[in-house]
């Protein structure tokens, strides 16, 4: 039973709606062929015993004269009317003293000896699989005259029993099929939108993908199960959205972070080198912002950083990234540049744009900017290499006079 049952466990869904209801269809036939049947039977068998005794009746009334005056010839008469019935086996008709005065046999059975009958007045009538034996007393006018013994065989009967049994089989054989043929109809709008959301989950397990939502329509477990998905999903993306952001943005300025503009700097040195063209780096470390913080208080030089950042984006153009990447640090990426002369001619408008009085929280607030630049290929073949000689440039313009911006170049 347990084997049985982990395997059903095992088989997948449409296996167990077909099975299931194969079974349930069957489980209910079976009651209901039993009844009818049964009934079918005994009520057969009631109407070929019923209509036996009726022959019998017949028969005796037939033979009543001819028993009474002892008269064979019209007794065996009387008797083979009984040729018309073929399950009618035998038929002896006896006088009161026990003497055969006439009797029958199927012309396919053998002779035998005549069986002892009891002579009485009553009626009896035994039924066995093989047939039925029936005697009865005969009467003319009340008088008793003898003896009518029947023995039929039950052949009809099984036949006509045999035909039904092949007719609730051939209807059982259909209501089966027909459920079948169902369930296996049904089958692929139960699993269909299952099979669906299988595959969705399977996207979001390899390629991570969360913006993938499943139609919702049926009002059935199904769409309660989509709808439950879809909303897992709308979250798990909210969530995933939130933690790319918290990864990759700083959460003062909203700018990319250092995570985020190391893998942008690989890149950008990579296409620099595969399609020959020049990229810069910046390092931009703003002057005296402790100050802001110890004067005024971190949420100003929050707010001064945030000012700097949105100062710093207006000033470069749209494909340069700048990004925040330590307390008072900036780093701007440039590709596709031209010449050496553009990245300073930018680190000019920036120290400009960083250097206006910034107006926070009532306070006019002042900070300078100083700048390390540096170039591939023409002063760094690799990423670490740029990075090292544009943080040398910014050390440089930051031992001079502040707020200034220095180039490396290879006297350094
Ligand atoms: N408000 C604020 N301050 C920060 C944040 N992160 C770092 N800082 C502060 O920024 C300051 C950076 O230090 P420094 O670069 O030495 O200060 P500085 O006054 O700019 O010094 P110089 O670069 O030599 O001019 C420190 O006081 C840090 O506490 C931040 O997220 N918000």
Redesign the pocket.
């Known amino acids: 039973m347990t084997r049985l049952n982990d395997w059903f466990n095992n088989q997948p869904i449409q296996s167990k709606l077909i099975l299931t209801n194969t079974f349930v269809v069957l489980i209910a036939l079976i009651p209901i062929v039993f009844v009818l049947f049964g009934y079918e039977y005994y009520a057969t068998q009631q109407a070929t015993l019923q209509e036996i005794r009726i022959q019998a009746d017949i028969v005796s009334d037939n033979a009543a004269a001819a028993m009474a005056f002892d008269d064979a010839t019209m007794a065996r008469e009387a008797l083979a009317t009984l040729r018309a019935s073929p399950d009618m086996q035998r038929a002896t008709l006896m006088a009161p003293n026990g003497a055969v005065l006439a009797s029958y046999r199927r012309y396919d059975l053998p002779q035998r000896d005549t069986e002892r009958i009891e002579i009485s007045t009553k009626s009896t009538e035994v039924l066995s699989w093989k047939g039925f034996k029936l005697t009865k007393p005969v009467y003319l006018k009340s008088q008793f005259v003898g003896m009518l013994a029947l023995e039929t065989s039950l052949d009809s009967f099984y036949h006509r029993v045999w035909l039904y049994f092949i007719v609730i089989s051939v209807t059982v054989f259909l209501g089966l099929a027909i459920s079948l043929w169902l369930a296996i109809q049904l089958k692929h709008s139960i699993t269909k939108p299952l099979s669906q959301l299988m595959a969705m989950v399977n996207r979001v397990a390899d390629e991570q993908d969360y913006s993938v939502r499943p139609v919702a329509e049926r009002l059935d477990e199904i769409g309660d199960l989509s709808r439950a998905f879809r909303d897992m999903m709308s979250n798990l993306q909210e969530r995933d959205e939130r933690l790319q952001e918290l990864a990759f943005y700083d959460s003062?300025t909203g700018l990319p972070n250092r995570h985020f503009f190391k893998e942008r700097i690989e890149q950008a040195v990579a296409n620099a080198k595969r399609y020959h063209m020049r990229c810069g780096l910046m390092f931009i470390?703003?002057?005296?912002?402790?100050?802001?913080?110890?004067t005024l208080g971190?949420?100003?030089?929050?707010d001064?950083?945030r000012e700097v950042g949105n100062r710093l984006s207006a000033v470069l153009r749209n494909n340069d990234l700048v990004c925040r990447i330590?307390?008072?640090?900036f780093a701007v990426i440039l590709e596709n540049v031209k010449d050496l002369q553009t990245p300073a001619m930018l680190a000019e408008k920036i120290i400009a744009a960083v250097s206006l009085p910034a107006l926070l929280h009532g306070h006019e607030v002042v900070?300078g900017a100083?700048i390390g630049i540096s170039m591939c290929p023409d002063f760094a073949d690799d990423t670490s290499t740029l990075l090292q000689t544009a943080d040398a440039a910014m050390y440089i313009a930051?031992g001079h006079t502040?707020n200034t911006y220095h180039q490396y170049s290879i006297e350094l």
Do not use: W
């Open positions: 003062v470390d703003l002057d005296d912002f402790k100050i802001v913080n110890d971190h949420h100003v030089g929050d001064l950083l330590g307390g008072d640090e900070v100083s930051k502040k």
